[in-house]
């Protein structure tokens, strides 16, 4: 890019020079065609000079001598014919004359180069006024221009003629011939454009040629004007610059005044020789602007060159940076390729296999000291001595494969084993793409590594998975796994016998929780627990914990299984412990635990608990609870007159009638101890306490058991106390226990077989 910008300065540079050498050139040339222009009209006017001068050198002469004379012709007879032929003669000799005239001091025309003009007045002329008001005879009358008679402009010379006085007498004139300046003028206009005048002294111009603009009449005396800067000047002749009017085109003119030597001149004639500056030059200019063009075409031509030249200097560079990078990096990918088949742990390589059986490796990384234990260069023309390392049992089939994938040009994949010098047996497992060249041979791209070590492992893993399945399989606990669908993936043997589903039969855990849980409501309870237990899981490690399910096998029964497990990403594996008959045991001690042994009713255990638990539903629901004691009368004596045997059926026929006499669901009969009863009512008033005891006391005396030894009655009679309370804080169901008993103590104190009513109603306010 530095190149390119200096490159650029220096065309500028160059283009700068060359422009400010033709500038220079063409100033020069200007100089030159102004220098050589001035001295053209310089030239020309002292042409034009040149050529009046003596004109007015010779008129003057014919008019000097025609002053002498005519003083004398007048005076004589016949003069004046004389005269004029004289005139003619005059005009005959004078080409720059249109006519000679001699005028009296009237301004009559006396005689005449022309008949035609003889007798004619011109004593109003300027000129004649100008000559009769005093004008010294020496000197030669320059009119101003003034149109003539015939047209056209007319300038006249003259000298006066005075009498022997010495007053004015008369004047001689000649008129300019305009055909003969014409001419003049004419021969010195060496260009279309150059213009050429003769001026009178005063600035009227008498005569213009060349210039549409500048026309005879007109009046050049303008303050500014060139004419008036030549008269300025004082110089008899001028060259100058400038517009020949205020605000005009700007004209170079050389001026010269008629001034023949030794002759005096009322006033000058000025001739001038003049060419617009514009047109002189035109030429110039022209030249300059072609110049200008093919310069600035030049530059352009070279500017687009240059540019077109570095465009493709540019593009050159461009394309070898970039093919320098692409190579660049291409070397850094063939290092790292390098690089990386150096340490990879296995070998990456290019068999080929020719056309006639015989193969090689083009290539081989150095892994391939390691794999077949030979160098890479060792292998390149011949792939021998690596073949012959591997097992003769794999051999045979890994050529079949390499064949078939040549033919096939599959891809060639296998495991095989090779045997190296110093280390044994090992396994390799590798992969190759092939490739047809021209020749017919093939060319396999591939890589091969050492998996003995993972062999080893995955040999191990499956002795494990082995072990593993084997115990789970033989568990004394239902094990299955459920994969991420949903299917049961593994299911052991006491899982087939717990719930009926073999092996062999596909299930999904979708028709597990239809068939395992048929009742739709205890399946959503299930579920529940089962999406907590996954929730947990989920946040302790994957365990699943354990809870009690109630299970309907495919046998139509229903089970009682523990069941936990552990979560595994989104496969799951849960265990079954089947408590059904542990269960079944457990309830059994449970019910032995609160049932009388005698007489197959509640104990005193469950009565303690069924009175906590009846009092504090009856505190929260504000409602009565009844206790009512039984005993029966006399039972020592009982015992002592039939024996403990009849005792306990006694006391075994008592319980069955208090049992049978209470008809609510939460009514409770136990036995109390020996032969005492209680019975627990909740929510029941001391009104309907009071009926349920005496009802149940008549019971047991219907029953008619003959008690001979018992003075109150002959057969087994109760003694009831009977309490009643609306529990609160208060009291207590001690309290309420303690009152029945006191109750039971004075009803047997009254005598007994009977129930005590005394203080209930008291106690229950
Ligand atoms: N056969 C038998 N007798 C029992 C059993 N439990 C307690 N007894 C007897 O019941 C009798 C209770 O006697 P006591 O407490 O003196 O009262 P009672 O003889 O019934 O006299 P009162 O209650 O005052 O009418 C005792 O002799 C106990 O041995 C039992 O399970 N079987």
Redesign the pocket.
């Known amino acids: 890019m530095q190149r390119f910008r200096r490159e650029w300065w220096w065309l500028g540079l160059g283009a700068l020079l060359v422009g400010a050498m033709l500038a220079l050139g063409l100033w020069h040339e200007r100089q030159q065609t102004e220098a050589r222009e001035r001295q053209h009209l310089a030239q020309q006017a002292r042409m034009l000079h040149d050529n009046l001068v003596p004109q007015l050198g010779a008129i003057n002469h014919v008019l000097a001598s025609l002053q002498a004379d005519v003083p004398r012709w007048r005076q004589r007879p016949g003069g004046m014919a004389e005269l004029n032929q004289r005139l003619q003669l005059f005009f005959a000799a004078l080409p720059g004359v249109r006519s000679l005239n001699v005028l009296d001091g009237q301004g009559r025309v006396l005689a005449s180069s022309h008949d035609e003009a003889l007798g004619q007045d011109f004593g109003r002329r300027d000129y004649f006024q100008m000559a009769r008001t005093g004008m010294a005879p020496e000197t030669l009358l320059v009119s101003r221009p003034f149109q003539g008679a015939l047209g056209g402009w007319v300038l006249v010379l003259g000298r006066t003629l005075t009498a022997a006085d010495g007053s004015f007498d008369g004047l001689l004139t000649a008129s300019l011939n305009p055909e003969y300046l014409h001419v003049v003028l004419q021969s010195v206009r060496y260009a279309s454009d150059l213009f050429t005048s003769l001026t009178h002294g005063d600035g009227q111009r008498l005569m213009a040629l060349g210039d549409a603009n500048e026309r005879a009449g007109d009046n050049l005396a303008m303050p500014g004007s060139l004419f008036m800067q030549h008269l300025q000047s004082q110089r008899s002749d001028n060259l100058l610059r400038g517009p020949l009017r205020p605000g005009g085109a700007d004209y170079l003119v050389a001026m010269r005044n008629l001034q023949p030597p030794g002759l005096h001149m009322g006033k000058p004639l000025v001739v001038g020789v003049g060419r617009a500056t514009q047109a002189m030059w035109a030429q110039w200019r022209q030249r300059a602007r072609f110049l200008a063009l093919v310069y600035l075409l030049s530059c352009a031509a070279l500017a687009g060159g240059l540019a077109a030249l570095q465009r493709r200097q540019w593009r050159l560079w461009h394309t070898q940076e970039l093919l320098e990078r692409q190579q660049a990096l291409q070397r850094q990918q063939e290092d790292m390729l390098r690089r990386l088949a150096d340490n990879l742990p296995g070998l990456l390589y290019q068999y080929q296999l020719e056309p006639d059986g015989r193969s090689h490796f083009p290539y081989a990384s150095p892994g391939v000291t390691d794999v077949f234990g030979h160098p890479p260069e060792s292998l390149r023309a011949d792939a021998g001595p690596a073949l012959a390392r591997i097992h003769p049992a794999d051999r045979v089939a890994g050529e079949a494969a390499m064949q078939e994938s040549a033919r096939t040009l599959g891809v060639w994949q296998g495991e095989y084993r090779v045997t190296l010098p110093g280390r044994g047996e090992r396994w390799l497992s590798g992969q190759a793409r092939p490739q047809r060249l021209r020749s017919g041979a093939v060319l396999w791209h591939g890589y091969v590594h050492d998996i003995t070590e993972a062999k080893r492992q995955a040999m191990e893993l499956q002795e494990k998975e082995r072990l593993l399945r084997h115990l789970m399989e033989q568990m004394p606990i239902g094990l299955c796994i459920v994969d991420e669908s949903g299917h049961f993936s593994f299911r052991n043997q006491r899982f087939a016998e717990y719930f009926g589903y073999p092996a062999s039969e596909p299930l999904t855990l979708q028709r597990w929780w239809q068939e395992v849980y048929p009742d739709a409501d205890y399946r959503a309870r299930v579920l529940a627990l089962w999406n907590e237990a996954m929730d947990h899981a989920d946040a302790h490690d994957g365990t699943l914990p354990g809870h009690e399910y109630r299970v309907t096998t495919r046998y139509g029964t229903q089970r009682i299984m523990a069941i936990g497990g552990i979560a595994m990403g989104g496969r799951f594996m849960a265990s079954f412990i089947d408590l059904t008959e542990q269960k079944a045991h457990s309830d059994l001690l449970r019910h032995l635990a609160f049932v009388d042994g005698?007489t197959g009713i509640a104990n005193r255990r469950r009565f303690d608990e069924a009175l906590q638990r009846e009092w504090r539903d009856c505190l929260r629901k504000g409602k009565p609870l009844a206790l009512l004691m039984f005993?029966?009368?006399?039972?020592?004596?009982y015992?002592d007159f039939y024996g403990?045997?009849r005792?306990?059926g006694c006391?075994k026929a008592v319980a069955a009638v208090l049992r049978a006499g209470l008809g609510r669901p939460h009514d409770l009969a136990a036995r109390y101890g020996?032969?005492e009863f209680v019975c627990l009512l909740p929510d029941c008033g001391p009104q309907d306490a009071r009926a349920k005891a005496q009802e149940l006391c008549q019971a047991v005396r219907s029953l008619g058991l003959a008690h001979s030894a018992s003075p109150v009655a002959p057969v087994v009679t109760l003694?009831a106390g009977v309490a009643c309370l609306v529990p609160d804080e208060r009291n207590s169901p001690e309290a309420l226990l303690a009152l029945a008993d006191a109750n039971l103590y004075r009803a047997?104190s009254a005598g007994?077989d009977r129930v005590d009513q005394g203080v209930e109603t008291l106690q229950l306010q």
């Open positions: 005698v005993d029966i009368d006399h039972f020592k004596a015992n403990h045997q005792g306990d006391i020996g032969e003694s047997k007994r």
